[in-house]
Every structure is written in C-alpha cells, then in structure tokens.
C-alpha cells in the first residue's frame, strides 16, 4: 500500500470460521474501495471455478492504525481466501508481494503506485512481486527483483500451486528509454530577444527559476515551449523519482516503463491551492509535486490567486512539500524550475505616462516580495521591431542552446557530486567553496547589495546564477563580469 508516495508493506489475513452466521468482515481501516473489494473477489473467485465459503469470513489489513485504500488489495485478499480454503497448495506465496484490482471474471486490471510496491519488495528481500500484466514494464524498471505479470486469478493460483509457470518480465533498461524532449517550438522560430533567449539558456543549464516581464505578443509564452527542448534528458535517478509520483496518482501511460521525458506542467491561472500544492482528505501530490525534475509553468502569473501564488514559497526554497492532516503528515518532492511569464499591466501593454505606470505597480504588487525574492533571474522582454520580425535571420535557435546546456550540466555534475545537484540546489556553504569570488568581484557584489537594498536570499542567488554563467563559459572560477551579468537579471529588486 501507499502512504503518499512511499511504499508501505501490509499483511492480509484472512480467517474462515466454522460457526456463526455467515458474515463477511473486513478490518484494518479499509475505505470503500476496500470493503467493496470482498464482492470482486467473491465473484472473480466463483467465476475462475474455485469455491467461496458459505461461512464466516474475517479479513485483517495489518497494520491496523493506518488507513488502506484502493482497489490494490484485491488480488491479496483472494490469495489468503484461497489459502484458507486450501486451494492453494504450497507456501510458496512468503516469497512474494501481490497487488492487482479483481474484474468480476477474474482478469486482473491494472492499479497505481506498482514502480513504489516493486522498490518495496526488492528493499524487504522478496524473491518478485506479482502485478498485472499492464503495470509489468513499470515495476520491472526498477530493477533486481523478479517482476511476474499475471493475467487472471487462474493464473496466479497456477502459479503458486506450480503448476502454470509464468515467466519473470525481462528488467527494463532505463537509459535506453529514457529520450530528448520534443519541443513544440524551437527557439530559432522565435525572432530577436536575444537576451532573454540568453536568459532562459542561463536558467535551462543551472536549473533556476525565472520570470520574464514584458507586453503581450513579445514571445513570453512561444519561448516558454520552446525551453522543453533544450533541457538535458532526464537521468536514470531523475525518471525513477518522477514516475512514483506519476505512478501514485495513476498518470504512467499503460504498458509503458516509466515517464521518460521531463514534466512540462502548466496549471491554469484558475487552479486552487490544493490543485497546486497537493491535499485532499487523503493527500495527493500537486502540480507542483508532478514538476518534480521539470517545469512549472505559470503564464499570466498575477491572475494566479494571492493565497495560490504564496504556497509556493516553501517548495520553491526545500525543494518538498510537507502536508499535515489529522491522522498523518506526508511529504512529496517537489524540486522544479518556476517559470512565469506576466504583462506589465492587466491591458498587457507597457505603461506610458503616470498613470500607466500606477497601473503597473498595483499589477506587480499582485506578487509578494519574498516570492519574487525566490526567483533567480527577472528578464525584461521588450516588443520586437517590424525589421527583425520580417528579416530572415532567426537567431539562436534550440540546438545550439542544448548544446551549451548539455556541457553546463555535465560540468555541474562532476563538481557538484552527480545530475539531482544543479547549481540552483548549492547552500550557502557549498557556494563558499564552489563560486568563491576574487576581490573585484566582491566589491562588486558589496556594491550591488548596498544600492540595491538585496536581501541575504538574493545574495545567494546572484552567486548560484554567476556560478552557472560561468559554467556555460567554461570558466572554473566565477570572474566580475559573470556576477554583474548575474545582478542585472535582479530586475524587480530595484525601482521599475
């Protein structure tokens, strides 16, 4: 069973008495998928040949304290029926875990969470887990442990009676599935804004977060897409972690191995604070959870509610969300990059006289100082000219952005100690040792914090942003030139 998204293992047991009347109970906090189950299994029992005893019938989902949900628990209860009323020959069940939802004709139908039950199976030292035939290439991703795919009730009696074998999934090799993302738009499609195509290189090769702030029609949204194709493919640790969580909210396609591309996720603006952060009676993971190793992309950011906008802090600081509840108190990854687009104004033009520029501030305070003071670079996105709109030349385009952020990337994980530690995850610490500044630069920096007014978060910032503008140059140390870069992409730390 899941707890959130991790694994914990439960025993079914089941009893059948000779006295009493006969009467079906199911104990151990079971929800109303739960209690429902003993119907499937009543009737994918009779229907697959086998008996259903007429008496007495207790199940026990142990541990006790913790709520069970879901139709996982199935195939389990069947098994120890089964058991019970010795079908079920052998012991040979103690060298597996079960899981599978019950069709009414004994097929097995497939369930969530299978990759998260599978990493629970090899940790307690079972022999393999029996899943649906759908959810095998999920399971079998996670590697040293023997995946067995069974089709119906039949087969898995079969199975442990021995006499029907049933053939271990081959293991999945996860390099070779994992893939370049496909982006819908390249950045040789869009036209002129060379600095922000440099921004969004800068944010791509170190994993930060960015806003661009600019009139509409200037691109924001067109090179937002376009930032998919130039992220580095997903790494075998990286695919694993982003498809539990898919896994738990039942999101992996069927029949496929794990999510091999990097989440793109683009809530809209009417998205409430649960459908953002997770929760529910029984929490599930949100949007900002199934960015996890991806992108969270929130165009026209101030239409985005106040309360929604302002639960993003914690994430966009731990990397995780911590949900509490009654009875528990879950915590879900959620490193992401935060890339938000937003117009000047609400009529989305720059202001031009006073009164527009009112209008602008009222529209920037939609966004709190401390979320803005989270997010690494604040790139200015002008209108492009009739010349470059109608000339030829595109620019930048997505290959050689990939290119450079494929080199910043592998450099990141040599020096920082492997791919989940992009610059945008160095402490404070760490950044003391790894983008240590020279005197010049120093200077600079002092000079920046004092006029600016920057806050002790920024000053990190500007330090991890230099430290990847260096890495993109190839530079080992982080030189002036690269922290004034980085500064000027401070924009909504000083007046506008």
């Given at each position: 069973m899941l707890q959130g998204i991790d694994p914990?293992?439960?025993?079914?047991?089941?009893?059948?008495?000779?006295?009493?009347?006969?009467?079906?109970?199911?104990?151990?906090?079971?929800?109303?998928?739960?209690k429902e189950s003993i119907e499937r299994v009543r009737s994918a029992t009779v229907n697959s040949g086998y008996p259903f005893p007429m008496s007495r019938l207790l199940v026990n989902l142990a541990p006790a304290d913790i709520r069970k949900e879901g139709p996982i628990f199935d195939l389990p209860i069947a098994v120890g029926l089964l058991l019970a009323e010795q079908v079920?020959?052998?012991?040979?069940?103690?060298?597996?875990?079960?899981?599978?939802e019950l069709a009414l004709d004994g097929r097995l139908r497939p369930i969530n969470g299978v990759i998260n039950l599978a990493?629970?199976?090899?940790?307690?030292?079972?022999?393999?887990?029996?899943?649906?035939?759908?959810?095998?290439?999920?399971?079998a991703a996670v590697g040293g442990i023997d995946v067995y795919p069974a089709d119906t009730l039949a087969s898995v009696v079969g199975f442990l009676n021995e006499r029907h074998e049933i053939q271990p999934h081959p293991e999945v090799d996860v390099d070779s599935v994992l893939a370049d993302q496909q982006p819908e738009v390249d950045f040789g499609d869009v036209r002129g804004q060379e600095g922000a195509k440099r921004a969004m290189t800068i944010a791509a090769a170190g994993a930060h977060n960015l806003l661009m702030i600019g009139p509409a029609g200037a691109g924001k949204t067109m090179m937002s897409r376009a930032l998919a194709g130039v992220l580095p493919r997903l790494s075998r640790e990286e695919a694993l972690e982003v498809t539990r969580i898919f896994s738990c909210v039942g999101q992996v396609p069927r029949g496929a191995?794990?999510?091999?591309?990097?989440?793109i996720r683009t809530p809209h603006h009417t998205a409430s604070s649960a459908a953002m952060i997770g929760g529910g009676a029984i929490p599930r993971p949100g949007e900002v959870s199934l960015a996890h190793h991806g992108v969270l992309f929130l165009d026209e950011m101030p239409e985005f509610p106040r309360m929604v906008l302002e639960t993003l802090r914690q994430p966009l600081e731990d990397g995780k969300v911590t949900i509490a509840r009654a009875h528990s108190s879950l915590r879900f990854p959620a490193r992401f990059m935060l890339v938000a687009a937003m117009n000047p104004t609400p009529k989305g033009a720059k202001p031009t006289d006073e009164v527009g520029q009112r209008q602008m501030e009222r529209y920037l305070s939609r966004i709190s100082g401390p979320l803005i003071d989270r997010i690494d670079l604040h790139v200015e996105v002008a209108p492009v000219p009739y010349k470059q709109l109608s000339g030829q030349a595109n620019g930048t385009d997505s290959a050689t952005i990939r290119k450079q952020v494929a080199a910043a990337r592998q450099t990141q994980s040599q020096r920082n100690g492997g791919p989940l530690h992009p610059n945008s995850t160095l402490s404070g610490r760490q950044l003391d040792k790894l983008a240590a500044l020279d005197a010049p630069g120093q200077e600079l920096l002092n000079q920046a914090m004092t006029e600016l007014g920057l806050s002790a978060r920024a000053y990190d910032k500007i330090r991890r942003v230099g430290r990847t503008i260096?890495?993109?140059e190839g530079s080992e140390t982080v030189a002036p030139h690269h922290v004034a870069e980085a500064i000027q992409y401070r924009l909504l730390d000083r007046q506008v």
């Amino acid at each position: 069973m899941l707890q959130g998204i991790d694994p914990i293992a439960c025993e079914v047991e089941v009893d059948v008495g000779d006295q009493g009347l006969a009467k079906t109970t199911i104990v151990g906090l079971p929800d109303a998928a739960v209690k429902e189950s003993i119907e499937r299994v009543r009737s994918a029992t009779v229907n697959s040949g086998y008996p259903f005893p007429m008496s007495r019938l207790l199940v026990n989902l142990a541990p006790a304290d913790i709520r069970k949900e879901g139709p996982i628990f199935d195939l389990p209860i069947a098994v120890g029926l089964l058991l019970a009323e010795q079908v079920i020959q052998t012991q040979r069940h103690k060298k597996f875990l079960f899981a599978g939802e019950l069709a009414l004709d004994g097929r097995l139908r497939p369930i969530n969470g299978v990759i998260n039950l599978a990493i629970l199976a090899r940790s307690c030292g079972l022999d393999g887990i029996v899943v649906p035939v759908d959810n095998a290439s999920e399971a079998a991703a996670v590697g040293g442990i023997d995946v067995y795919p069974a089709d119906t009730l039949a087969s898995v009696v079969g199975f442990l009676n021995e006499r029907h074998e049933i053939q271990p999934h081959p293991e999945v090799d996860v390099d070779s599935v994992l893939a370049d993302q496909q982006p819908e738009v390249d950045f040789g499609d869009v036209r002129g804004q060379e600095g922000a195509k440099r921004a969004m290189t800068i944010a791509a090769a170190g994993a930060h977060n960015l806003l661009m702030i600019g009139p509409a029609g200037a691109g924001k949204t067109m090179m937002s897409r376009a930032l998919a194709g130039v992220l580095p493919r997903l790494s075998r640790e990286e695919a694993l972690e982003v498809t539990r969580i898919f896994s738990c909210v039942g999101q992996v396609p069927r029949g496929a191995p794990l999510i091999t591309r990097r989440p793109i996720r683009t809530p809209h603006h009417t998205a409430s604070s649960a459908a953002m952060i997770g929760g529910g009676a029984i929490p599930r993971p949100g949007e900002v959870s199934l960015a996890h190793h991806g992108v969270l992309f929130l165009d026209e950011m101030p239409e985005f509610p106040r309360m929604v906008l302002e639960t993003l802090r914690q994430p966009l600081e731990d990397g995780k969300v911590t949900i509490a509840r009654a009875h528990s108190s879950l915590r879900f990854p959620a490193r992401f990059m935060l890339v938000a687009a937003m117009n000047p104004t609400p009529k989305g033009a720059k202001p031009t006289d006073e009164v527009g520029q009112r209008q602008m501030e009222r529209y920037l305070s939609r966004i709190s100082g401390p979320l803005i003071d989270r997010i690494d670079l604040h790139v200015e996105v002008a209108p492009v000219p009739y010349k470059q709109l109608s000339g030829q030349a595109n620019g930048t385009d997505s290959a050689t952005i990939r290119k450079q952020v494929a080199a910043a990337r592998q450099t990141q994980s040599q020096r920082n100690g492997g791919p989940l530690h992009p610059n945008s995850t160095l402490s404070g610490r760490q950044l003391d040792k790894l983008a240590a500044l020279d005197a010049p630069g120093q200077e600079l920096l002092n000079q920046a914090m004092t006029e600016l007014g920057l806050s002790a978060r920024a000053y990190d910032k500007i330090r991890r942003v230099g430290r990847t503008i260096a890495d993109l140059e190839g530079s080992e140390t982080v030189a002036p030139h690269h922290v004034a870069e980085a500064i000027q992409y401070r924009l909504l730390d000083r007046q506008v």
